[in-house]
């Protein structure tokens, strides 16, 4: 579910989310279509039609190509295995044991290979006095099939709040969510270890803008961090943010996920809506990036669309310059709307 502020702020973010809807078509070209090569890993179309708000993104490890996402409300507890090379389900996970989902946000993969599932979102900003994480093994076989997830309470320290994003550490298996607030959010990090049977109280480590998902890099060096508008990446050491730097992250009608690839050459965003698009952007100095990679162009990758550039921001096809000038032109006009909409409000 989509999740505003509520107030005058969340009439000012439903508004924004309006006007990028009626603004993305128009510089974002006809969206992304398979590489012709077949390659995994490329820019693609989540042809599922029960795939209507998908709202994470994990890389499978045990699948190369896979992606990992599920609906965030209303939806059951289901994950779906999505091949990038054709943007098919390849299998549908439904997950026992786990109560009702209220609002699934987010979808990591441990060190173990087990993945885990964050069921963190509250758009009233601390109704719930408690959040869940489900956690199971990542099929060897895909195929639709009934797992048994292990299912784990969790508070924060400083109260209840809202979030959408859930990262698990590659290496240390420790679990971070990182929560969204219009005014800037939270970086949290949980216990070394996840238990069952009481909750699991994460605690405040670091400041963060407004979040609508995370990933950490395949060797735990970096955490990607995206908002609606944009991506920053930053050094992580020993369970700290470090110095970060801008990732040219696509226009999208509602960003709402990422990941980084396997072999983390490369950052995966995603979005909400049906058939929504999923967008490749080179790492800097990722393995296979490339001349050019990392320069925060967000360039996408495979076979350009129809009318030009692949409507990643500062894309680089046929067409991208005056397609990049347009979008800029239209997030002017979306950020005065939203600063008038804020003076309103006071």
Known sequence: MRSYPTGPAGRAAATLAAALAVAVPLF???GPAVADDGRPDRDFTIEDPRITESSGLAASRAHPGVYWTHNDSDDGPYVYAVDSRTGKTLATITMRGVGEPRDVEGISIGPDGDLYVGDIGDNLDGTWDHVWIYRFPEPKTLRDATVTAVQYDVTYADGARNAEALMVHP?????????????GGG??????KLTTGSANVFRRVGEVPWVTDGAFSPDGTRLVLRSYFSAREYAFENGRLGEDRSVGAPFQRQAESVTYTADGSALMFGSEGARSDVVRVETEGGPGSGSGSGSGSGEGSGAPSKGGDRGSAGGTGEGGSGNAALGAAVLVGVAALWLALKRRRK
């Open 187 to 192: 970086l949290y990090e949980g216990p070394a």
């Open 171 to 183: 290496k240390t298996g420790r679990v971070y969510i990182a929560s969204k607030n219009e005014d």
């Open 28 to 30: 974002a070209g006809a």
